[in-house]
């Protein structure tokens, strides 16, 4: 397979270092000819994993080519996802394969109903890495990535062809229900660890905190009910609960990016189940709160 990736974050890095051990091409998609002639002068990424350090010499390229592309895995910040889409739609076929590995909801559903003859996958991951400098990840553990496809054109072969890829791939059936409960999980920890400036584990240890946690998880379940999705089969707040501690040193993903004033991904979090809630009908006021502060924290992702 040849494999294009949109996305040259961690988990863009994580894949086509996974795709490259199991022999398959890969090319990265840089977004300016400045980041690619970047990354030109060594024209490889290494990934640091314990103590031994790997480096992958793959092949880098601008949107604007005209070469056609057959499998795309697009592994941007959620809210860069439709944008870097459209930047190499012209290269699709009809038998273009999508993989869509990003946090948070909507731009899945915008792209596979704006697409209905393409194959589109959806997935959610907790693999974790970090850049320790540009092109420099360190691995921070393995873990799971649940994929399913959305579309309903095409088959599951893209499993079977992955699964060589990585051994601990799962594959939904609901991939829907996979998505939201990763939202869930993400909207009762993210915002709140951006507002507090801690991290995940901290959140826990103040009853201001877990209060505004418990909070955001009432609402969230209630909204999930009345969409009829099956979340968790225990409350939501203990199973947030279980992650952060379990991810008790982590910076959220939305901590860092508001610490270092970028761009967050609240609008496909918290804003998704906002908007989910306002057509349902169901109130959700302390999600609103903290999508709004957020959105007064962060510049702009447009
Ligand atoms: O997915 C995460 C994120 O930071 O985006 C959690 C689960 C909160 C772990 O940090």
Redesign the pocket.
């Known amino acids: 397979m040849h494999w294009h990736i949109l996305g040259a974050g961690a988990i863009g890095l994580l894949w086509a270092a996974k795709l490259q051990n199991a022999g398959h091409q890969v090319t990265l998609i840089l977004r300016t000819a400045e980041k690619l002639a970047q990354y030109n002068t060594t024209g490889c990424f290494q990934i640091i994993n314990d103590d031994k350090t790997e480096r992958f010499f793959t092949e880098a390229e601008l949107a604007d080519n005209n070469t056609p592309i057959s499998y795309l895995l697009v592994t941007t910040k959620s809210f860069a996802v439709t944008g870097a889409f459209a930047s190499v739609q012209h290269r699709l076929t009809n038998d273009t394969r999508v993989l869509l590995l990003h946090?948070g909801m909507g731009p899945q559903q915008q792209l596979t109903n704006e697409n209905p003859d393409l194959e589109i996958w959806a997935g959610s991951t907790?693999d974790?890495a970090y850049f320790e400098s540009p092109y420099h990840l360190v691995r921070a553990g393995i873990g799971e990535t649940c994929i399913g496809r959305l579309s309903a054109c095409g088959n599951d072969s893209l499993f079977q062809e992955l699964q060589e890829v990585d051994e601990q791939l799962q594959q939904s059936a609901d991939i829907h229900t996979v998505l939201w409960r990763?939202l869930a999980?993400?909207c009762?920890?993210?915002p709140l660890?951006a507002l507090f400036n801690c991290r995940?584990g901290e959140l826990l240890k103040y009853d201001d905190r877990r209060a505004a946690m418990a909070q955001i998880c009432k609402e969230v379940e209630d909204v999930a009910k009345a969409l009829g999705i099956t979340l968790f089969n225990r409350k939501l707040m203990e199973q947030a609960w279980d992650?952060?501690e379990l991810?008790s040193n982590?910076?959220?993903?939305?901590?860092?990016d508001v610490s270092h004033n970028r761009p967050t991904?609240i609008e496909t979090i918290t804003g998704y189940l906002c908007q989910m809630a306002d057509q349902a009908g169901v109130a959700t006021p302390a999600n609103h709160l903290v999508l709004d502060a957020i959105r007064g924290l962060s510049p702009s992702a447009r």
């Open positions: 946090n907790t974790g990763k999980i993400n009762a920890i993210n660890t995940n992650v952060a991810t982590n910076h959220s993903s939305m901590q860092q991904e």
